[in-house]
């Protein structure tokens, strides 16, 4: 699976978007972007993934560039609970394929009040 | 539906003990993969299961295996216990079945090696 590169850490005051890039520049074509965050000392949390298209669900946004060497996830209205560790991970998703996520050191998210 | 679940929620034991975790899927989930999260090395991928086979394998000693039953529950377990394989131990389930899904975590076991 294609590494991943985040920023160590990041603020955001709360009511304002949250946008936490990740850059995957050697992703190949059959493999997906997936998002996780890992609120402190819980299991990780899923909260989008996407293959080339951007996607939108209840809890945030995924836009992945063109060239889709890098993603952007979007939490539109960042709250106090966002703040957690997010995880940005590509797989590959072929069916019964594995499930193996590879975990890096992800963005550590503060929301401030 | 029920969540993933993992039993226990804390366990201390000694050096050069071993030790048996649990797993129970979300119902219909058929994979069942396993994490040790540390401070030292963040979360790392040890072994998932899909119909009772071990399909992938992280790169962690003999020391550390797992197995998978028919109603697709899990266990892991770690043989001769030592101070470092103190860690948080996450499961995870997905479908398995096919590869665009994501997975659910439990709350993890919090195992302590004194």
């Known amino acids: 699976d294609a590494k991943t590169t985040q920023p160590t850490s990041m603020d955001c005051a709360e009511g304002r978007a949250a946008n936490l890039p990740c850059n995957h520049s050697t992703i190949s074509g059959n493999e997906y972007v997936y998002w996780y965050r890992q609120i402190h000392s819980q299991g990780p949390q899923y909260i989008i993934h996407?293959?080339?298209n951007n996607e939108t669900n209840e809890m945030a946004s995924l836009i992945i560039t063109e060239d889709r060497k890098s993603s952007t996830l979007i939490l539109p209205h960042a709250t106090l609970r966002d703040t957690a560790v997010y995880y940005c991970i590509v797989r590959v998703a072929a069916i019964y394929s594995g499930y193996a996520l590879n975990f890096g050191k992800g963005t550590s998210l503060l929301v401030t009040p | 539906k029920a969540g993933v679940t993992q039993t226990p929620r804390y366990l201390i034991k000694t050096r050069g003990q071993q030790v048996t975790l649990s797993c129970s899927p979300i119902s219909g989930h058929r994979s069942v993969s396993w994490y040790q999260q540390t401070p030292g090395q963040g979360l790392q991928f040890l072994f998932e299961y899909f119909s009772e086979t071990q399909r992938n394998k992280g790169n962690f000693p003999g020391r550390f295996s797992g197995r998978q039953f028919s109603n697709s529950r899990s266990e892991m377990n770690v043989s001769t216990l030592e101070l470092g394989d103190s860690a948080l131990y996450l499961c995870a389930s997905s479908l398995g079945g096919t590869g665009d899904t994501e997975a659910f975590f439990g709350q993890g076991t919090r195992l302590t090696v004194v």
């Open positions: 996407g293959l080339k």
